[in-house]
């Protein structure tokens, strides 16, 4: 996934969120958004799956202004995206395995191919000992587990995940870590929002975007690709 930022803001009301990001997310690699709550980082992440369009600038995806998207020209980005909530948004009345089972039917795979690629997803995130619970009886570490399955059982060209490990403990966050790096050694294009230090150290060779107050005061990168 090409992402490029121009001269990007997004102001909700009369409050900025964003102040003029420009530049180039490294494709195929992983960048992680560092920065307290109220940063930014949200805001941004919602820009990369065109939730949302910027107040002024644009931003490109695979070449692909998403302010003038077209509704199918959005279908297939999502189509390619894996997404993992900030709160999960699991579906309450659905168990764990009918949760993770979604992205498939709503991307029109093949009914003989989703029971094995869900199952396999379940125990490559190790969770498939909790396929028939509810999201009532999960922790809030399975919670965020069950999530990120439901985030790559379509094996997506681009991930996004928005704070993935919250405050979950270490074993809890080094599952996750380790489904991510799973996802990073494809090729995947990965962004992760996240102010977890253990979860920023899996990846340390990761560029870091650090923001504060909806800039991006500091970038670290191998690539020597910069934003501003």
Known sequence: MHIDFRGVSVQF????????????????????????TGAGKTTLLRLLYADI???????????????????????TLLQKTGIVFQDCKLLAHNTVYENVLYPLIINNYSNKNIDQLC????????ISHLRDKFPHQLSGGEKHLVA??????HNPE????????????????????????????????????????????????????EMTEGKIT???????????
């Open 119 to 126: 199952l396999e997803t379940l125990v490559d995130v190790g």
């Open 148 to 153: 990120l399955a439901r985030a790559v059982v």
């Open 158 to 209: 681009f991930l996004i995940a928005d704070e993935p490990t919250g405050n979950l403990d270490a074993d809890s966050t080094s599952a996750v870590a380790k489904t991510l790096q799973q996802q990073s050694d494809k090729g995947v294009t990965i962004v992760i929002s996240t102010h977890s230090n253990e979860l920023i150290s899996c990846f340390p060779k990761a560029a870091r975007l």
């Open 53 to 75: 369009i910027p107040s002024q600038g644009s931003i490109f995806l695979n070449g692909q202004n998403t302010a003038i998207m077209k509704p199918l020209q959005k279908r």
């Open 13 to 36: 009301d009369v409050i900025p969120a964003l102040s003029n990001i420009t530049g180039v997310l490294p494709d195929g690699q992983t960048t992680l958004l560092v920065g307290a």
């Open 218 to 228: 500091r970038v670290v990168s191998a690539t020597s690709k910069t934003i501003s």
